[in-house]
């Protein structure tokens, strides 16, 4: 049934997709059930209707899209297709998979189909709903007057492979996509900026609940790449949201995104009713994707190679990876690795992206720490804290915590550390004066933003009250956003981003910082548990390019590496059976629409 359609050899000679092995072949579209669609959009729209048309729009080149070839053929990882947001891994209210309640469709998991036999259907429907806003030409199966569009990606050859299969696909029905690919860093900031059309996106779990992939769509958070309640639609009035099956007295008919999904969260994180959050939980997935601006490809594994030379490493799902208990055949003096390039930034505050939370998982210590037991289990133990205690309820329903610090605490010039250290830094990473992109993490601690009621009682003692009682409390006590920094140190703006400046608490100190060279992590010998880090030094070289990063592994120069050529990956599983590493990993590959971008122009 599936066929090549006429143009597209064309458009994938151009974009050199012979070469990375992408597909070439679409289903044809039922030209019948198009024709029958084809009715020409009204004249006059008001904005609200453009606004909710935008987003069938959206839904529908959703379809278009082949997850399985992208795992099967291009990704080669063990991924799984993507039919919701909310990644598979993730708990139900009653221990389901959170995942598999998606949706509310009878006989598929999620909001759409994604088995191989539905696909054909899915390409069908997609033509039949953009046949009502766009001309379509039946002789060639072309869209003739679809608006140009841009696909932004960071520099990787993987997400230009699957970049150059979406844009293939999308030329395949007569829709121009190019393609641009930026630097990591700027490519980051150019997406929270919103100053892109379509992006390349994806989302790793920061702790065990399924809001961890929902509370960053608020207007106000800095994860907002969307630009949800932002921009030029902020003010539409399309949005619906009924709380009143969970008891709440809330109910908005045509409301704005800061009216209905902003509410509707900050309801989330005060619910105490587990079934009620969840549901509630669900509600909000399911606004997400009737935009239609995010669109999951597939949910992730983490893919990487490791020298069988080294042992004691791990990882945990959030991505974040290990070398502090690691050796090198025994040797224990230095290790090279390369995670990603040169990081946007390594201030905890401020960090958001992976390869900058493995770097301060190193530098820096929390209260509590991710963790390997004896038998390899994954655990969250104390760090700076004597223990991880229980939280007591207040008469108001708020927990208050009071923590211990250990004795001798000391940062790695050799002052000590103090709870108020933690204070300053909880109150820092919340304020709305720095304004940093995972300051919502701290959204559970009552009085936050401006009024964070966490409160360093005397040197060595923490006290802090959340809203309510939260499952994954220990696991936000292990994010970047909860480390520590002291005043004085980051009074000076320029702190994290040379080596003479950075001054941390954690297993490691920074001793070098060669820009988009190399970063040199010392052991700190002023932390608490100096007697229990194995690794004397580690060396995190800074590259993006896959080929290189395979290069230097295969010399044996670098000995993980977090990124291999995609036309490589079935040559390295059958010649580094032991070294190429596939594992477990909470998170979702997606497609990001400016909701913002003029489809209807």
Not at 260 to 276: A, M, P, S
Not at 361 to 387: P, R, Y
Request: glycine letters at 6%; charged letters at 20%; aromatic letters at 12%.
């Amino acid at each position: 049934m599936k066929k090549l359609i006429a143009l597209l050899l064309a458009v994938v000679m151009v974009l050199g997709m012979v070469a990375c092995g992408a597909k070439t072949d679409a289903p044809a579209a039922t030209t019948a059930a198009a024709t029958e669609a084809a009715t020409e959009a009204p004249a006059e729209m008001t904005a609200e209707e453009k606004a909710l048309a935008e987003a069938e729009i959206r839904k529908a080149i959703s379809l278009l899209y082949d997850r399985n070839y992208i795992v099967n053929e291009i990704a080669q990882g063990g991924q799984v297709p993507a039919s919701s947001f909310v990644a598979m891994g993730m708990t139900d209210a009653d221990g389901s998979e959170f995942y598999k309640n998606a949706g509310h469709n009878d006989g598929f998991v999620g909001y759409y189909d994604v088995s191989e036999d539905a696909y054909e259907d899915n390409f069908s429907q997609a033509i039949e709903i953009l046949s009502k806003y766009y001309d379509y030409d039946e002789t060639t199966g072309q869209f003739t007057n679809f608006p140009t569009l841009t696909y932004l990606y960071n520099t990787s050859e993987g997400h230009k492979a699957i970049g150059e299969y979406l844009a293939a696909t999308l030329a395949s029905v007569g829709i121009t996509m190019n393609l641009e690919n930026q630097e990591w860093n700027t490519f980051l900031n150019t997406r929270k900026a919103g100053d892109f059309s379509v992006a390349r996106n994806g989302w790793l779990a920061d702790y065990n609940d399924p809001s961890t992939f929902l509370d960053m769509w608020t207007t106000a958070s800095g994860n907002n790449d969307v630009q949800f309640g932002k921009g030029a639609k902020a003010d539409l009035a399309i949005y619906n949201l009924d709380l009143t099956p969970y008891g709440l007295d809330i109910k908005v008919e045509n409301g704005t995104w800061a009216e209905t999904y902003d509410v509707l969260i900050g309801e989330i994180k005060k619910c105490t009713d587990v079934e009620n959050r969840y549901a509630m939980m669900h509600v909000a997935e399911d606004m997400l994707m009737d935009t239609g601006c995010l669109v999951p490809l597939y949910f992730y594994t983490d893919l990487f190679m490791l020298d069988d030379s080294v042992n004691g490493f791990f990882s945990n799902p959030l991505g974040y990876k290990y070398f502090y208990k690691a050796d090198v055949g025994g040797n224990t003096d230095s290790i090279s690795v390369c995670i990603a390039s040169e990081p946007d930034v390594i201030d905890p505050a401020l960090n958001s992206a992976v390869d900058g939370a493995t770097l301060d998982s190193h530098l820096f210590a929390g209260l509590a720490k991710w963790d390997q037991d004896e038998s390899g289990k994954l655990v969250i133990v104390a760090d700076c804290a004597t223990e991880l205690p229980e939280g007591v309820e207040n008469e108001d329903g708020t927990v208050t915590y009071t923590y211990t610090l250990r004795d001798g605490l000391k940062w790695s010039d050799g002052q000590p550390v103090t709870a108020k250290d933690f204070e300053f830094a909880w109150k820092r990473a919340a304020s709305e004066e720095l304004g940093a992109d995972y300051g919502y993490m701290l959204e559970v601690v009552k009085g936050y933003p401006n009024d964070l009621a966490v409160e360093a009682t005397d040197d060595k003692t923490l006290v802090v009250t959340l809203n309510n009682s939260i499952a994954f409390w220990n696991e936000l006590l292990a994010f970047p956003s909860y480390f520590p920094v002291r005043e004085d140190v980051v009074a000076d703006e320029g702190w994290c981003t040379d080596a003479s400046t950075f001054i941390s608490n954690g297993a490691y100190k920074m001793t070098g910082w060669d820009h988009n060279s190399v970063i040199t992590l010392t052991k700190n010998d002023n932390y608490w548990d100096a007697e229990n880090v194995t690794m004397k030094e580690i060396k995190f070289y800074l590259s993006d390019d896959a080929n290189n990063m395979l290069t230097n592994f295969k010399n044996g120069d670098w000995l993980l590496i977090d990124d291999v050529p995609t036309n490589e990956i079935s040559t390295l599983k059958t010649e580094y059976p032991t070294e190429f590493k596939v594992v477990g990993q909470i998170g979702t590959y997606y497609v990001c629409w400016n909701i913002n971008e003029d489809l209807l122009k």
